[in-house]
């Protein structure tokens, strides 16, 4: 749908709004123009496809907005909004914008919006998300940013509502790249963090989640471990319990003790003629097997 109210004036201007200017030259200390998040509270969503989707979630978490002119013809009703709260807009040539992101792929737009914070999930928490049956997708240390935002947007696009990283350092946070790279994923997710996978892993056992592990060989698609018919109730109909899909380190796959922790292991199977998929693109096939079909 297009974003009425954009091109009344020259330069993606809205009718009837006096810009709120920044007095800066190009190449000074612009707010927000240096690489990497301004503050540990910020992120800049690049693209019109984040920025909007934050737009429609969160309006009053973006702090600051910078566009081409071209972009700028898109977004009227959004500079309405940031004028009316007296907050930063302003259209800037492409050689700022991409001083202002960090990035060549800023999509002709940027977005310095406020960071959502990691919380821990406490036992309440995951009771709720078993009694309402809502699938899970847990990381393993993917250290990839891009991996990150990938696997985001695909979690998103199947309807997972929520992501869980663990506090280590070497799995990615939800960082500028990997926002650009889920592309308004991570507006319809929630992240969360964990101090230990395998204890998380075994609170969503004793929960009633089904723990399942993404493992390159030893495991199969479509029955659990030593089990031929799936459980039932006590009216005989057959149940599912929601499942944590486990995605593992892009390099070293899962680790060992979180591998133990899972309830049952799956493998995509493939012509063996390459070891493995790419994070993103396992996650997909194993989400729309696991949760989509579920």
């Given at each position: ?79 309405k909004v940031l004028a009316k709260e007296k907050k930063i807009y ?205």
């Amino acid at each position: 749908m297009r974003m009425r109210g954009a091109s009344d004036l020259p330069g993606g201007k809205p009718a009837g709004v006096t810009p709120v200017r920044v007095e800066t030259a190009v190449g000074a200390e612009l707010a927000g123009s240096r690489s990497g998040p301004a503050r540990h509270d910020e992120l800049k969503l690049c693209g019109l496809a984040a920025v909007r989707a934050r737009f429609a979630r969160d309006p009053a978490s973006i702090k600051r907005l910078f566009f081409d002119k071209e972009t700028g013809q898109r977004v009227g009703i959004i500079c309405k909004v940031l004028a009316k709260e007296k907050k930063i807009y302003r259209q800037v040539e492409p050689d700022e914008l991409e001083k202002i992101s960090g990035s060549i792929h800023h999509g002709g737009i940027v977005a310095v919006v406020y960071a959502p914070p990691l919380r821990t999930p406490t036992g309440e928490d995951l009771r709720a998300w078993a009694k309402r049956g809502e699938p899970l997708l847990v990381l393993d240390r993917i250290g990839n940013a891009h991996n990150l935002g990938a696997v985001a947007r695909t979690a998103a696009f199947f309807g997972v509502p929520r992501l869980v990283i663990p506090d280590d350092a070497a799995a990615a946070r939800p960082n500028d790249a990997a926002y650009r790279v889920a592309e308004g994923g991570f507006e319809h997710l929630e992240v969360w963090r964990v101090p230990s996978l395998v204890a998380f892993a075994k609170e969503l056992t004793a929960v009633g989640y089904e723990v399942v592990g993404a493992a390159t060989r030893g495991g199969r698609l479509g029955a659990k471990r030593g089990e031929g018919t799936p459980p039932t109730s006590e009216s005989g109909k057959a149940t599912a319990k929601p499942v944590a899909l486990v995605l593992g380190n892009e390099e070293q796959g899962l680790a060992a003790d979180v591998t133990a922790a899972c309830t049952r292991l799956v493998t995509i199977p493939g012509s063996g003629k390459v070891e493995s998929l790419n994070v993103s693109v396992a996650a997909a096939v194993l989400m729309w097997e696991l949760q989509a079909k579920h």
